[in-house]
């Protein structure tokens, strides 16, 4: 079974507008972290944000911060102001388990085209 | 700061024929995972290692086989090669125990493309 579900295969966003860009997730381990990549085109995969399942506040990051809502088991990636170099290919993956050296499962990403 | 390095960065090679990728991670991590993005995929897990020894095992195929040497480099050799092999193969590294570093480091990646 998919363990991260991303049902935005892309999105088109205005320069300086904010995205956000949804995953779901599946597991029944307490302790698990989530996490976003940004893979541009050129193939490289770029950590962006982390959520501990534990941590009490949601996590930012510069220009991005993660909604996180438990419950629901969502974890919602916004950027806000988006720039040209804000294209690209993003991953929402997780590590279940307390410790980190776990494998990551990711999702199938959603593509991100911000227009001038 | 240093980066995980893999090499080589591109890889072209016929089918049937074999291939050896390298990883390099970042000093003092002691703890690297391989991860195989197919064209449009997503990264999918292959095998992991924590001081020289296998400590996970994903979807990787029996044709495939890799280490962890003393200097915590690894290596992914990859025989009997097929089309459906053609993809990224990324190496990714982090320090295991250390609860400050949450996040996997992702190496640039090695493009092979099997004809």
């Known amino acids: 079974a998919q363990k991260i579900t991303q049902t935005q295969p892309g999105m088109f966003v205005q320069e300086k507008e904010a995205v956000t860009l949804d995953c779901t997730y599946d597991?029944?381990?307490?302790?698990?972290?989530l996490f976003w990549y940004k893979q541009p085109s050129s193939g490289e995969m770029i950590f962006l944000i982390y959520?501990?399942?534990?941590?009490?506040q949601n996590a930012t990051e510069g220009r991005y911060s993660l909604n996180f809502q438990k419950a629901r088991k969502s974890a919602n990636l916004v950027i806000s102001a988006s720039q040209l170099g804000d294209s690209a290919m993003y991953f929402c993956?997780?590590?279940?388990?307390?410790?980190?050296?776990?494998?990551?499962?990711f999702g199938a990403g959603t593509t991100v085209t911000v227009r001038a | 700061a240093a980066g995980v390095i893999q090499s080589p960065r591109h890889l072209i090679k016929e089918k049937r024929e074999t291939a050896t990728l390298k990883c390099y991670p970042i000093?003092?991590?002691?703890?690297v995972y391989w991860y195989q993005q197919g064209p449009g995929q997503d990264p999918q897990f292959l095998i992991s290692?924590?001081?020289?020894?296998?400590?996970d095992k994903g979807s990787i195929p029996d044709r495939f086989s890799a280490q962890q040497f003393s200097d915590y480099h690894s290596e992914l050799n990859m025989s009997s090669l097929e089309l459906g092999d053609s993809a990224l193969y990324f190496c990714a590294s982090n320090p295991r125990g250390d609860r400050g570093h949450n996040e996997q480091f992702f190496g640039p990646g090695t493009r092979l493309t099997v004809l």
């Open positions: 597991t029944s381990d307490p302790s698990y972290g």
């Open positions: 000093p003092r991590h002691d703890t």
């Open positions: 959520q501990g399942s534990y941590d009490q």
């Open positions: 290692f924590y001081e020289k020894m296998q400590s």
């Open positions: 993956a997780m590590r279940e388990g307390h410790s980190n050296d776990y494998k990551l499962s």
